[in-house]
């Protein structure tokens, strides 16, 4: 029987996840954790072979018998990252990520030599904000000219992994609609976002073509060797880790919300036309599916909760019991949690922020829960903008590394004030290329039916990891998010954007994410 393989190319690692949708589960899942480069000046950046290294360490880890059941792959990736090839196909420098906050300046240049952050809403339906593919560009172009000479063809993290598996480059419609150059209205390039990106280059000449959702292409036969699998492997569109997300969790339709907790947090939706926001309140994306995906994304998630276990020595497993020891409001401790800078809010130059602590709350619990607590106040300050916008949910979906922790989901529910409901298959992202490629190589043979079709047959709930807000402990939180909002109000204009920001070269060191 037929297995397809979903493979997300994260930050902190690399997933597979083989799916049997005939027995209707995943047959193995498996990772491999990745670095991070950090710099000084706010530059993350990964080296492209240690995803391909993790790939491969991923695929021989199946046992053979599975491998050669194999019949399609499809890929989710990071988004915005920027991986510059030469002609040859080679990778001219280390990626630069999403949370990659070194190019502010250059997206805020952009932004006004296209004549403004709104005139770029009004031209694509995005501004360009820290971390967007387009801002790294010229930072490119001051700090590694060499690389921009020799530079042929612009692709993202996951593109990068669908032209090492086939030879082959090419763009869908969700993930290019993060590298801020995409008029997500029309799904066509926007001239005047390139032109304001480098007047005096042709950038449009360097993008691959866009495909469709329903693309495959088949895998290098040398590529199929090497891993072990069939020759006659196809390979989907992919997409966006957030766009796969959102095909795994079910959400490829209007009225559902998912909620990520992974390294950033994220909340989407599905939409069937753009949804944009004159004040760029949510990124207008697109999906991977032919429609529309309004997110909202945090930079700082997990994030958070990790630094805290880190400082304390807190082992994986004994954060919940640390929050159950605890109550809502964290004894008085508000946790701002912008280590990385931050997008929602728009705090690129943003630090994490602790404040309350007295004698009594500085201890390891109190001081976790402040850290899941402001992860998800950070969130629920994103969630507020789609329902001012008159968006409504009934429920929503938590995936990501985080919604495994039986105390996030009650706090979510509690916060959000809504049931959550989480997906059986845990790892979102890889599940949903694993559907998208199930879908996409049904129709290159003839089937007929909609993804959302295929998404509906095999996305299920677990009723057991189910929460519900409990009305004591929502009220609780309504009055602490008001005290996160209060302090966030008088943090904002200390990390305000400035447009002084020195042109120096990032001083790296590589440590482990």
Known sequence: ???????????????????????????????VPLELIHGDDGAREQRAEWWTDAVSQCFAAMPAALRARVRGIGVSGQQHGFVPLAADGRVLAPVKLWNDTSTDADGRRIMAAAGGRARCVALAGNPVPAGYTASKLPWTRRHRPEVYRELHTILLPHDYIDFWLTGERWMEHGDASGTGWLDVRTRQWSPELLAATDPDRDLAACLPPLVSPEAT???????????????????SAGGGDNMMAAIGTGNVQPGRLTVSLGTSGTLFAYADRPVVDDDARWAAFCDSTGGWLPLICTMNCTVATETMARLFGIAAGDGDALVEATGPGAGGLVLLPFFSGERTPDLPAGRGCLTGMDLHNTTPAHLYRAAMEGATYSLRHGYDAFVDAGLRFERLCLTGGGSRSAAWRQLVADVFELPVEIPQEGEGAAFGAALQALWACGRAVGADGALADTVQAHVRADPAAAAAPRPAQAQAYRAHYATFLRHLAAVRPLYAATDDVPDSSPNSQRTHA
């Open 1 to 31: 029987m037929s297995v397809f393989v979903g493979l997300d190319i994260g930050t902190q690692s690399v997933k597979l996840v083989a799916y049997d949708p005939d027995a209707r589960r995943s047959v193995f899942t498996t990772g």
């Open 217 to 235: 292409f088949p895998v290098r036969a040398q590529a199929a060797a090497d891993l072990g699998l069939p020759a006659d492997v196809r390979v």
